[in-house]
């Protein structure tokens, strides 16, 4: 059975610069409807203009992924501007770098909300909706190398993908 990837809606955090925009440059040309989520008002309205000046569908949403209030209210403006997102891709994440012995309580808690709980609001918002729907889809969720091997300079970060993986 093959996916059709046309018409879609992709929802994509961190989805104005990184991976995240790659991901909304390469879904969008084949078709899929993109809403960009990201922390950066600034960087969402450039992401959409350079999206929208390749013909692809986009709208964003400054989002502070953290906030699970403000993802249901962005997930219900995506869905109204787009229509219902069958593709999750939870891509934003942060760090610090640095010896843990510096490390705040203020680190570990902003770094495991954006990485981890990220994804977890991103699944408990979406993931009843898609089933809801029955039209299939997919979602990934971004936990990069630093799920599988951790240096002495990003201990919180590979601990917070760890968990996403």
């Known amino acids: ?13 961190g989805g104005a610069s990184g991976a995240g925009f790659g991901q909304a440059k ?7 409807k993109i809403a960009i ?7 969402v309205e450039r992401a959409v203009a350079e999206l929208g000046s390749e013909g692809i569908e986009a ?4 989002l502070d992924i953290t906030d699970r209030a ?12 787009l229509g219902p997102v069958s593709l999750l891709f ?16 203020d680190d570990y808690d902003w770094i495991f909300g954006v990485n981890f ?12 909706r898609m089933i809801e729907r029955n039209l299939g889809g997919h979602i990934v969720n971004t936990a990069s190398l630093g799920a599988f091997f951790a240096n002495s300079g990003s201990g919180i970060y ?8």
């Open 1 to 13: 059975m093959t996916f059709e990837f046309k018409g879609r809606t992709a929802f994509i955090t």
């Open 26 to 32: 390469v879904f969008g040309r084949e078709g899929c």
């Open 37 to 43: 989520a990201d922390i950066r008002g600034d960087a």
């Open 59 to 62: 709208h964003g949403v400054m």
């Open 70 to 81: 403000a993802f249901i209210r962005a997930a219900d403006e995506a869905e109204a501007a």
């Open 90 to 105: 939870g891509t934003a994440g942060v760090s610090i770098f640095g010896p843990l012995e510096k490390a705040t309580y």
């Open 117 to 128: 709980g990220g994804v977890v609001n991103l699944m408990q918002t979406f993931v009843p």
């Open 158 to 165: 590979s601990a917070s993908k760890f968990a996403v993986h």
